[in-house]
Each structure stands twice: as structure tokens, then as C-alpha cells.
């Protein structure tokens, strides 16, 4: 049994591997020959950020599978947004033809991802530590936790347009939005709650078999 368990735990990471193996040919592409080369640090900082984070935790604390994958979709979409400028990605300007909008909408599935995903990283860490047990209480302090995440980038969007002035442009994505920060944010909460509905139980299964292995697994 042990050696099963040992087989399945490397070839689990073999996945990962090979997950963040893809996201590195993608931020190579990304960092190449961006747009604009200021606007691609800003914009992928986030990768830089937490690549360290999820590498050294990975052996002693391990996200799920689901949360993984959901990582790297999100640095998928900060880096095509790096590369073009959320502005000018060519996906934005399909989804701008295809439901007749008014603008590029690509930064909106931006903040989006950027309240789905810290959204379930949150509630896995409330879940799995024992923080918040009791009913619906992870979720909604989950929520609460990706909107903070959304306020600090806002603040961070505001700083860098008062330090920068129009060299910002790219970055802040308004595209010519007064509401730009109160839509951002709305779909910061959207992707949260959409989260929290639809992926917690996913998500609850997947730490149950996680938690399973662990028990499992020769100490």
C-alpha cells in the first residue's frame, strides 16, 4: 500500500510539473517581446510573487489538484494580458465583436480570475488549518479576503498612475472607464461568489482525498 501510495505521490508531481512547466513556456512567450515592457512587470508580478510561495509550501503544504490547476489558468490569463496589454489582447476584441461591446472586455475576465482564484486558495487554508469550521462562514470570509485583494491592487493601479502619470495608461486598462475601479472590483466579488457556489464542494472532495493520502502516506 505504501508503495502505491508513493507511485501515485510522484506521479502526481510528475502533473504538476509539467503544469508549471507550461506556464513557464508561456511566460517565456509573455516576457519576449511584450507590448510594452514596463506594463508586462506590472502585470505579471503577481507570477513572480507567488511562484516561490507555491514551490517551497508544495511539499509541506500541498493545494489540491483543483487550486493548481486554477493558479495556472490565472497566471495564463495575466500573461497573454501581459504580453498584448489587456487593452489589445486579440481574444478581448473577439468577445468586444462577438457581444457588440463597447470596449475591450479581457481585464473584466482578469479581475474575474482575480477574485475566483484567491477566493478558493482562501477557503482551502481556512478549511484545511481550522481557522473558520462552521457552515458557510469559510466561504464568506473567502469572499471577503479576494475583495481585499482586489482593494490593494486598485490602491496599487491608483499609485502607479500618480507616479507615472500617462505612462500608466497601459496598465490601468480604463480604456476611457470613470467606473472602471467599481466594475473591476464588482467582477473581483463576482468570480468570488461564482467560486464559492460552484467549486466549494468540488473543492471539498478534492481535500478529503487529499487529507486521505496524507493519512495514508509512510511517516
Known sequence: MYTDDLAAGVKSRRWLLALA????????????HP??????WMETA????????????????????LLYVLIALHAVILLVGGAYTYARVPLGFWMQDA???????YDKLGHLAQGFVPALVAREIFVRQGIVKRGAWPSVLAVAIALSVSLIYELIEWGAAVAMGQGAD????????????????????????????????????QIAALRARNDRAPR
Not at 23 to 29: F, I, P, S
Not at 35 to 40: G, P, Q
Not at 99 to 105: A, D, G, M, Q, T
Open 35 to 40: 507590448f510594452e515592457r514596463s506594463t508586462w
Open 21 to 32: 512547466a507550461l506556464v513557464g513556456v508561456l511566460l517565456l512567450w509573455s516576457g519576449i
Open 46 to 65: 503577481p507570477i513572480f510573487l507567488a511562484a516561490p510561495v507555491l514551490f517551497f509550501t508544495a511539499r509541506r503544504f500541498p493545494f489540491t489538484n
Open 99 to 105: 457581444f457588440h461591446l463597447s470596449r475591450n472586455p
Open 170 to 205: 497601459a496598465f490601468l486598462g480604463t480604456q476611457g472607464d470613470p467606473w472602471d475601479t467599481q466594475s473591476d472590483m464588482g467582477m473581483a466579488f463576482l468570480g468570488a461568489t461564482i467560486a464559492m457556489l460552484l467549486f466549494s464542494t468540488w473543492q471539498d472532495r
